[in-house]
């Protein structure tokens, strides 16, 4: 089963499931090696939050991430 | 270290030459740079070379510049001639070498400055904290067991320490303000655009800007002059300037030094609250990740397995952001900018933390945010995220705190105020509220730099 994804107002998605990100992946032709595959699915759920924060949910920005 | 503009006047005036101040420079990074883990790269041969072009233009009569002999450094992500630009990167070690300066070096050179040496940073500058896992983690002079900050860390180690007296680094989302603040100096965020980007790598370019590092609001007015070939104009008679205190997320997240000096400076003025900051710090994290996703996307097929594994991973994920979602964060950004310009329209100059709390443990290296526990990696730019986000000028300064942690303010302006900035701040240096400490304790000195061409 897939994980959730957040959907708003305009439909756009970040891919959260191994398989979604694979798929976006393949799309854009970006090659992800297994080592970085756990590292880029916990990446995902960071901007997943980020979404929904920017969104206006109450997600907050307790999200952190990095950005300088 | 003197300032550069007491180095300048010194070599204009002929009482020293060019050639001796760096002579003396490079003595001193030999003796104590090490342990910062902030200089990447030395570049002895080219600093003689423009140090002896200056004292032949101070022989021949002419004027040398603003910036006469005074020694400096750049963060590793300015191109310079002959140099390949890793941007913090050990796998670009071999990219091909740079045809020329970047824009802001030149126009540095051409003020009389003269070159030290290259500094550390975050890989590519994606972080806030200096923690570099090919070139090491850059300290901080005030503490060595302490992170200097990001992503200009090794830009910030080095005129804390006094080897250097100013250095220039990059701010996307804070990463000039934050190690300034952790490191106790001047540091700019200019108006988005305004200092020269040409020659610079970029990491997010809708975010990127050049920001000096000086110990000295005098040093901060003069760079800003050469690098943007204006002058600072004198105030002289000019109506007050209008602070207001930024309230609810910054003062919830600040340490309490910084709040008394905040009210202390303007205690009797409002408090205004940008509505919605965290959307906007949320937007700003967006855009970031798509565009550096974007800009990495190809070197990141061949060589993801060459990155800083963090690095990396944050970059892949970037990558993979459909490009609606950037639409809709820039939309948003659009919406807000307009909203928060007109609710600043009364004031000249906001008042809010730089960061939300001193240098943390490299050992620990995570801080305290809405009552929990945060990697400091990621959350140390939460108070300049936001402002970045809307393309404001800031002027991080550093509060005036003898033997204590260093911490910063940040003096927040409309777009192409620096000059008001400027003016607050001297102000707030006449009354003794900000000012560069030195380090209490003394680098160790003898392990002496090797390795380094």
Redesign the interface.
């Known amino acids: 089963m897939q994980e959730p994804t957040v959907t708003?107002p305009?439909?756009?998605?970040?891919?959260r499931s191994a398989e979604a990100?694979a798929e976006?992946?393949a799309r854009?032709?970006?090659?992800?090696?297994a080592?970085?595959r756990e590292?880029?699915a916990?990446?995902?759920a960071?901007?997943e939050a980020?979404?929904?924060?920017?969104?206006?949910y109450e997600a907050?920005?307790?999200?952190?991430?990095?950005?300088? | 270290m003197k300032s550069a503009l007491a180095i300048a006047q010194s070599v204009r005036s002929g009482q020293v030459r060019a050639l001796d101040v760096l002579e003396a420079c490079l003595l001193d990074i030999a003796d104590r740079a090490a342990p910062l883990v902030a200089i990447t790269r030395l570049l002895a041969d080219r600093a003689r070379a423009e140090a002896r072009a200056v004292d032949a233009r101070v022989a021949r009569g002419e004027d040398p510049g603003p910036l006469a002999g005074v020694p400096y450094g750049v963060k590793d992500l300015f191109d310079l001639a002959g140099l390949p630009t890793t941007a913090g990167a050990a796998f670009r070690a071999d990219a091909p070498p740079a045809a020329r300066d970047a824009e802001a070096v030149r126009r540095l050179r051409e003020a009389g400055a003269v070159l030290v040496a290259s500094l550390n940073m975050d890989e590519f500058a994606y972080g806030f904290a200096t923690i570099n896992a090919h070139l090491g983690t850059t300290r901080n002079p005030h503490d060595l067991s302490r992170l200097a900050g990001g992503s200009s860390g090794g830009s910030a180690a080095v005129v804390a320490a006094g080897l250097l007296p100013f250095a220039l680094g990059s701010d996307t989302n804070g990463s000039v303000r934050v190690p300034a603040s952790l490191c106790g100096l001047y540091g700019l965020k200019p108006t988005h655009g305004a200092l020269p980007l040409e020659g610079v790598f970029p990491f997010a370019q809708s975010f990127d800007d050049v920001g000096p590092f000086t110990a000295s609001l005098a040093d901060m007015v003069v760079l800003w002059e050469v690098l943007t070939g204006t002058r600072v104009p004198t105030r002289g008679d000019c109506a007050p300037i209008r602070v207001a205190r930024l309230g609810g997320r910054f003062r919830a997240n600040a340490d309490p030094d910084q709040l008394a000096a905040i009210d202390a400076i303007a205690g009797e003025r409002p408090l205004l609250e940008i509505p919605e900051i965290a959307r906007a710090r949320s937007a700003a994290f967006l855009i970031t990740a798509c565009e550096g996703g974007a800009l990495h996307r190809a070197t990141l097929a061949t060589q993801a397995m060459d990155y800083d594994p963090q690095v990396r991973d944050r970059l892949l994920a970037g990558a993979l952001l459909p490009e609606a979602l950037r639409t809709e964060a820039e939309e948003f950004r659009s919406e807000y900018r307009a909203k928060v310009l007109a609710l600043m329209a009364d004031q000249d100059v906001l008042l809010a933390p730089a960061t939300p709390c001193t240098a943390p443990l490299i050992e620990d290296p995570r801080i305290r945010i809405d009552g929990e526990l945060r990697p400091a990696r990621a959350d140390l730019g939460i108070h300049t995220q936001p402002i970045t986000f809307l393309g404001l000028p800031s002027l991080a300064v550093p509060l005036k705190r003898p033997g204590g942690l260093p911490l910063g303010l940040q003096l927040i302006g409309k777009p192409g105020t620096e000059p008001v900035l400027f003016a607050f701040a001297r102000e707030l240096e006449d009354k003794g509220m900000i000012a560069a400490t030195p380090p209490g304790a003394p680098l160790p000195a003898g392990t002496r730099m090797g390795g380094l061409t």
């Open positions: 708003g305009k439909g756009a998605i970040v891919p990100i976006a992946a854009r032709g970006v090659v992800l090696p080592a970085c590292g880029v916990q990446n995902m960071l901007l980020h979404l929904w924060s920017m969104r206006g907050s920005d307790r999200t952190g991430g990095e950005g300088a």
